[in-house]
């Protein structure tokens, strides 16, 4: 015991246990590195607080300007719109005064749509003034936009190939409308019929038959392109006498 009790009082073993370093456990390790990230954290937005807060600032801004400027658009493309129908209203009457001018205005709008009904409106002005040349060569721009939808560049092509059918060779016809004259496509009655008249010109008869009944029998066809496809594949010898709808029963 007394051997026990001296050697705890040792000065060489309490020399040796003070020489051992402390325990650091993980959790002090990582509690010490969290809180120099705090601090540099800290200090960094300090030094940059008014750069930070010009940022923030810049962002609120740019999303408010881009809000408003989708909304100003929407606005602006619902007032002109409401312009192209007044327009069209006019037309339809037969009034074309100052027509040219207001739609050569709505021509540069930057909504596609209203840009492409306006070129049409431009064509049917040159139409109703007998400017034959100047509406296909409209027909023809919308129809070469690749800017514009699909739909309104088919339709010009439909409308600028009835314009020169006169001039052009029935192969060519055909070969240009080709894509159109199928039936599902929403052109088909039109670039159909075309189609169907240029087989007949270049003598191609039994396949315009079966083309001219195809559209008498499309339900998606207008009635008046039915009716007359009709009349025209019975005329070549074909019966699409079934397209016509039955008589109701009394």
Not at 60 to 70: K, R
């Amino acid at each position: 015991m007394g051997k026990e009790a001296a050697g705890t009082d040792d000065p060489l073993f309490l020399e040796a246990d003070l020489a051992q370093p402390p325990d650091m456990s993980d959790t002090f390790v990582r509690e010490v590195d969290e809180n120099l990230r705090r601090d540099r954290a800290r200090d960094f937005v300090r030094g940059n607080a008014g750069l930070l807060i010009g940022a923030v600032v810049l962002f609120l801004v740019l999303c408010g300007g881009i809000i408003y400027w989708h909304q100003y658009r929407g606005q602006r493309a619902e007032g002109q719109v409401e312009q192209l129908a007044q327009i069209n209203v006019r037309l339809d009457r037969g009034n074309t005064s100052g027509a040219a001018q207001q739609l050569g205005d709505l021509s540069n709008s930057g909504s596609a749509a209203v840009r492409a009904t306006a070129e049409f409106g431009l064509a049917s002005v040159a139409l109703k003034q007998g400017d034959s040349k100047q509406a296909i060569a409209r027909y023809r721009a919308i129809a070469a936009d690749s800017g514009l939808p699909p739909p309104f560049r088919d339709l010009a092509l439909v409308r600028q190939t009835a314009l020169e059918f006169d001039s052009m060779q029935p192969q060519a016809v055909i070969a240009r409308l080709q894509p159109l004259a199928s039936p599902g496509n929403p052109w088909f009655g039109s670039a159909g019929e075309l189609t169907a008249i240029a087989l007949v010109k270049e003598g191609r008869a039994a396949e315009a038959g079966k083309l001219f009944a195809t559209l008498a029998r499309d339900k998606d066809v207008s009635d008046g392109i039915r009716g007359r496809a009709v009349q025209m594949a019975s005329t070549l010898g074909v019966d699409a006498s079934d397209a016509i709808p039955a008589a109701p029963v009394l």
